[in-house]
């Protein structure tokens, strides 16, 4: 509780304690005015009967005599008061003379009728006769006494009303008034998400069972509220990690549900986008279409969808209840780009095969149909014959690549490794690109250390060192030249071939490994080359968990540096 609330609470007891201050000191007057009225009243009576007396004795006293001052005093005496006597002939009183002062108010009272208060005496005027009056003084009355009395009493009264109202004020603000206050201010709280605030001084009695009741209620509201957000963690954490994008809609087209991967699919840019409408989110036509289209005909829909360089696999899908009734619908969109990649890839595979087997399979047929149908001299024959021969290697060459592709591309591809120089190697692979090397004029260097022993598939080591080598002469001009360097580290084999052949533009460099892709079309099947060579090359490097670099510039020459672990 603030303490401006427990300053306001003190404040209006403490005007509670102020109105029955005043009510006290009202009932005070009243009281002190009411035994004043009765003092005053039961005096009169008595003076009153004093008084006929009194006349009645000093009126017999004065037919017979002349009138002293001593029966005025024995009177006086008699009945405890004070006489003033007055006739046509003389004035007595019992009054000292210092009370002249007093005198004259008796003189002025002889003249009046009834009753007169003066300093806490009455006075009452009677008359004996026509010419005779008496006025009888009572002594000082107990008003003052009386009213201190009745004033004492009161406060007496006043201060154990506000003892015993501040006293069960307090506890009742402590027990009752606290306690609630305690409990508005946790519903108030509990309103606001709080779920963890609770009232922990419980009183007695009703407020006890309310404080309780508030505490059970917070503590109800915080598992439910934290199993509902457990949950919601769990489906969030479950939905954003979904490889597939997802959205959900309600059936007023508001956003209720969308994971990260939706977002980055569509590229989701809106800062707030649950409770947003479907459409002001997502700026993609053809998607909102065919959300739009479930949500007018409540059935599911299906659909492939291009964005920039992607592909997505869409499903739309209504939700409904247990009672059938339609809620929204869902959106679940997979990337398929891999897969049509893949699909693109084989279609291009199947397209560049089936031209690298007619080409050669036409030549050999048109040579072969030629042969048989017409009649040639044997000079003629020789050279179709040659050429049969030549499409033919070429075709096995083919053939051959297709097959080691396809093993090294396997899962179950097993290396046979044995332990082997790499000089042997190199020169049993420079053996074989010798008549070509001669009949190119190409000038060649192999710096290869004498005693460097590799444990590897030597086959697919011959593989890689071959087409390497073969790809540099191809494409080396005549009079050019190749260099071999080969070294070792603790951890790998680095082999590197440079060239000054034709080289390869900059933004062919990243498709040279691509199946049938050749830099020069025309050199390569005037070589025989199967385009192929540099894509098994990438193959047996990545089978031995090896990396392979190309640098090339156009026209000066390429460079190929290849690092294989050391016995993988």
């Known amino acids: 509780m603030t303490k401006s609330r427990k300053a306001g609470n003190r404040n209006t007891l403490y005007i509670y304690i102020l109105l029955i201050i005043a009510f006290f000191a009202v009932l005070g007057y009243v009281f002190s005015q009411i035994a004043q009225h009765y003092v005053v009243q039961s005096t009169e009576q008595q003076l009153n009967n004093d008084a006929n007396f009194i006349g009645e004795q000093l009126e017999d006293e004065a037919d017979r005599r002349r009138l002293n001052s001593e029966d005025l005093n024995y009177y006086a005496e008699y009945f405890q008061v004070d006489l003033y006597y007055q006739d046509h002939q003389q004035e007595l009183s019992t009054f000292v003379p210092d009370n002249d002062d007093f005198l004259e108010v008796l003189r002025g009272q002889a003249s009046e009728a009834g009753y007169?208060?003066?300093?806490?005496?009455?006075?009452?005027?009677?008359?004996?006769?026509?010419?005779?009056?008496?006025?009888?003084?009572?002594?000082?009355?107990?008003?003052?006494?009386?009213?201190?009395?009745v004033w004492l009493l009161v406060s007496i009264l006043a201060t154990l009303v506000i003892a015993f109202l501040w006293s069960f004020g307090n506890r009742l603000y402590d027990s009752y008034v606290m306690p609630i206050r305690k409990a508005a201010d946790t519903a108030e709280r509990l309103v606001e998400g709080d779920y963890q605030v609770r009232i922990h001084d419980a009183p007695y009695g009703i407020a006890s069972e309310l404080s309780h009741s508030i505490n059970r209620l917070a503590r109800n509201l915080e598992y439910i509220t934290g199993k509902y957000e457990n949950q919601n963690d769990r489906l969030n954490t479950v939905v954003n990690n979904m490889v597939s994008g997802v959205l959900l809609v309600n059936d007023k087209g508001i956003t209720r549900l969308i994971n990260d991967a939706f977002i980055e699919y569509f590229s989701v840019q809106e800062k707030k986008i649950i409770g947003e409408v479907y459409y002001e989110v997502i700026d993609h036509e053809q998607l909102n279409e065919l959300i739009q289209e479930a949500i007018f005909t409540e059935e599911k829909k299906h659909a492939q969808i291009k964005t920039q360089g992607h592909y997505f696999d869409v499903h739309v899908a209504p939700i409904k209840n247990a009672d059938d009734t339609w809620k929204g619908i869902v959106v679940v969109c997979h990337d398929i780009t891999q897969i049509k990649q893949v699909e693109n890839v084989r279609k291009d595979f199947v397209a560049n095969v089936s031209h690298e087997l007619r080409t050669p399979l036409t030549s050999m047929q048109g040579f072969a149909e030629t042969l048989l149908e017409q009649k040639v001299d044997e000079q003629k024959a020789n050279e179709f014959l040659k050429i049969i021969e030549k499409e033919s290697k070429r075709l096995n060459n083919l053939v051959e690549d297709l097959l080691d592709l396809a093993l090294l591309e396997k899962d179950s591809f097993q290396l046979e490794k044995t332990e082997f120089r790499l000089k042997m190697l190199m020169d049993e692979v420079h053996q074989v690109v010798e008549d070509k090397i001669v009949e190119k004029n190409i000038k060649t260097e192999v710096h290869v250390p004498e005693d460097l022993t590799v444990f590897a598939d030597y086959h697919r080591w011959y593989q890689l060192v071959l087409n390497l080598y073969?790809?540099?002469?191809?494409?080396?001009?005549?009079?050019?030249?190749?260099?071999?360097?080969?070294?070792?580290?603790?951890?790998?084999?680095?082999?590197?071939?440079?060239?000054?052949?034709?080289?390869?533009?900059?933004?062919?460099?990243?498709?040279?490994?691509?199946?049938?892709?050749?830099?020069?079309?025309?050199?390569?099947?005037?070589s025989g080359g199967t385009g192929l060579g540099l894509s098994i090359v990438k193959h047996i490097v990545e089978v031995h968990e090896g990396e392979i670099e190309i640098d090339s510039t156009f026209g000066e020459g390429t460079e190929i540096t290849v690092h294989l672990p050391r016995n993988k």
Do not use: C, M
Request: aromatic share 8%; glycine share 4%.
């Open 470 to 526: 073969v790809n540099a002469v191809q494409y080396t001009d005549e009079g050019g030249s190749i260099e071999w360097t080969i070294d070792q580290t603790d951890e790998e084999i680095i082999l590197r071939i440079k060239d000054n052949g034709i080289g390869i533009p900059k933004e062919k460099l990243h498709r040279i490994f691509e199946r049938f892709y050749r830099v020069d079309q025309a050199r390569s099947r005037q």
């Open 116 to 149: 007169l208060l003066e300093n806490d005496r009455l006075i009452y005027r009677y008359t004996v006769s026509d010419n005779t009056t008496l006025v009888v003084v009572s002594e000082e009355l107990p008003i003052r006494e009386l009213q201190w009395t």
